[in-house]
C-alpha cells in the first residue's frame, strides 16, 4: 500500500521511520512518501495561507496550493483522500480495515484554521474523501492524525505484525468489547497477585473470566460501545454477567436499567 503525506511540517512525520511502521516500509510493503506542501507554492516567501474572507481569527489555507499539489499526486494514479480536522467523523477501526485493503491514501494535513472548503467539494466529486477526527478536542494540525492512521492501518497489512492472532482479541476488534487485563510473570509483585484462575491451567474457566472481565470494563468505561453491539452475541452467561452489571436485553439492543 501506498501512503502520501502533504504537510507544512515533514519532520512531524519522523516517527513512521520508527518500529513497526518502519520495518513496514523496509520490507517493502508499505510505501510511505511525505512530502511538504510549500512545494507546491509559487511566492518568493512560499505562502500556504491567508485571512479568511468574513472575517475571524486566524487563517485559513488556500485551495490554489493544495490544488497543485493533489493534481500532482494524483497524476501517479487514483488514492483516497483522508482530510484530519476536529469537524470530522471520528476515527475508528472500522475506517482502518477498511482502508487496509485499499491501494493508496493522500493524507491532507491541515494547519491553522483548516483548508478552504473548497478543496474537499471539488476532489468529493473525483474521489473518495474522508474528513476525519481523532476525538473531541483540538490538536494544532492533522500531522498527529496522519500518524494515527497510518500506525493503525499499516498493522492490518498482511506481514506486518508478526503473529496475526494478536489482531483477532484486542480491543475494538469484532466482538464489539474493550480488551481484558493481562498479566505477566512475576505472580506477585508489589502484594499484587495474578488472579487465580489464569495460573489454574483450565482453559474454559480462563475463557470466561476473561469475557466476564471484558464486559465489566466496557460497561465501566465504554457504555456506548455497550448500547451498539449485537446482542445476538452474547450467550445466557454473557446476560448474567451483564445483568449483574445493570445492563438487560431489550429488543435486539443492550440497556442500562441499574446503574452498576
Ligand atoms: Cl484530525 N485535527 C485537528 N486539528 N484537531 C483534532 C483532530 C484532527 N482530531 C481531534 N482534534
Same mark, same amino acid.
Given at each position: 500500500m501506498r501512503v502520501d503525506v502533504v504537510t507544512i511540517f515533514p519532520e512531524y512525520l519522523a516517527p513512521l521511520e520508527l518500529s513497526l511502521v %518502519?520495518? /513496514?516500509?523496509? /520490507? %517493502? +510493503?508499505?510505501?510511505?512518501? =511525505?512530502?511538504? +506542501?510549500?512545494?507546491? &507554492?509559487?511566492?518568493?516567501?512560499r505562502t500556504v495561507d491567508d485571512t479568511p474572507f468574513g472575517g475571524g481569527a486566524g487563517m485559513v489555507m488556500r485551495p490554489d496550493v493544495w490544488g497543485r499539489a493533489l493534481d500532482e499526486l494524483l497524476a501517479d494514479g487514483p488514492a483516497r483522500l483522508v482530510v484530519p480536522t476536529p469537524s470530522g467523523e471520528p476515527f475508528t477501526q472500522r475506517h482502518a480495515e477498511s482502508w487496509a485493503g485499499e491501494d493508496r491514501l493522500i493524507v491532507a494535513c491541515g494547519r491553522y484554521e483548516g483548508i478552504d472548503a473548497r478543496v474537499v467539494e471539488h476532489y468529493r466529486d473525483r474521489l473518495p474523501v474522508t474528513e476525519l477526527s481523532l476525538g473531541d478536542y483540538v490538536l494544532n494540525g492533522g500531522e498527529v492524525a496522519a500518524l494515527v492512521v497510518v500506525e493503525a492501518v499499516a498493522r492490518l497489512l498482511p506481514g506486518v505484525v508478526g503473529n496475526p492472532d494478536s489482531l483477532v482479541e484486542e480491543s475494538h476488534g469484532a466482538d464489539g468489547l474493550l @480488551?481484558? *487485563? =493481562?498479566?505477566?510473570? *512475576?505472580? /506477585?509483585? @508489589?502484594? +499484587? $497477585? =495474578? *488472579? $487465580?484462575?489464569?495460573?489454574? %491451567?483450565?482453559? %474454559?474457566? =480462563? @475463557?470466561?473470566?476473561?469475557? $466476564?472481565? #471484558? +464486559? @465489566?470494563? &466496557? #460497561?465501566e468505561r465504554r457504555p456506548d460501545l455497550l448500547a451498539r453491539l449485537d446482542v445476538a452475541a452474547l450467550d445466557k452467561h454473557d446476560r448474567q454477567t451483564l445483568g449483574r452489571l445493570g445492563w438487560v436485553v431489550v429488543g435486539n439492543h443492550l440497556e442500562l436499567v441499574r446503574p452498576a
Amino acid at each position: 500500500m501506498r501512503v502520501d503525506v502533504v504537510t507544512i511540517f515533514p519532520e512531524y512525520l519522523a516517527p513512521l521511520e520508527l518500529s513497526l511502521v %518502519g520495518k /513496514a516500509r523496509q /520490507a %517493502g +510493503l508499505l510505501d510511505v512518501r =511525505v512530502h511538504d +506542501l510549500r512545494d507546491w &507554492t509559487t511566492d518568493r516567501h512560499r505562502t500556504v495561507d491567508d485571512t479568511p474572507f468574513g472575517g475571524g481569527a486566524g487563517m485559513v489555507m488556500r485551495p490554489d496550493v493544495w490544488g497543485r499539489a493533489l493534481d500532482e499526486l494524483l497524476a501517479d494514479g487514483p488514492a483516497r483522500l483522508v482530510v484530519p480536522t476536529p469537524s470530522g467523523e471520528p476515527f475508528t477501526q472500522r475506517h482502518a480495515e477498511s482502508w487496509a485493503g485499499e491501494d493508496r491514501l493522500i493524507v491532507a494535513c491541515g494547519r491553522y484554521e483548516g483548508i478552504d472548503a473548497r478543496v474537499v467539494e471539488h476532489y468529493r466529486d473525483r474521489l473518495p474523501v474522508t474528513e476525519l477526527s481523532l476525538g473531541d478536542y483540538v490538536l494544532n494540525g492533522g500531522e498527529v492524525a496522519a500518524l494515527v492512521v497510518v500506525e493503525a492501518v499499516a498493522r492490518l497489512l498482511p506481514g506486518v505484525v508478526g503473529n496475526p492472532d494478536s489482531l483477532v482479541e484486542e480491543s475494538h476488534g469484532a466482538d464489539g468489547l474493550l @480488551e481484558y *487485563p =493481562v498479566y505477566t510473570k *512475576p505472580a /506477585a509483585w @508489589e502484594g +499484587l $497477585d =495474578v *488472579p $487465580d484462575v489464569l495460573l489454574s %491451567g483450565h482453559h %474454559g474457566k =480462563v @475463557e470466561r473470566w476473561r469475557r $466476564d472481565e #471484558a +464486559l @465489566e470494563r &466496557t #460497561a465501566e468505561r465504554r457504555p456506548d460501545l455497550l448500547a451498539r453491539l449485537d446482542v445476538a452475541a452474547l450467550d445466557k452467561h454473557d446476560r448474567q454477567t451483564l445483568g449483574r452489571l445493570g445492563w438487560v436485553v431489550v429488543g435486539n439492543h443492550l440497556e442500562l436499567v441499574r446503574p452498576a
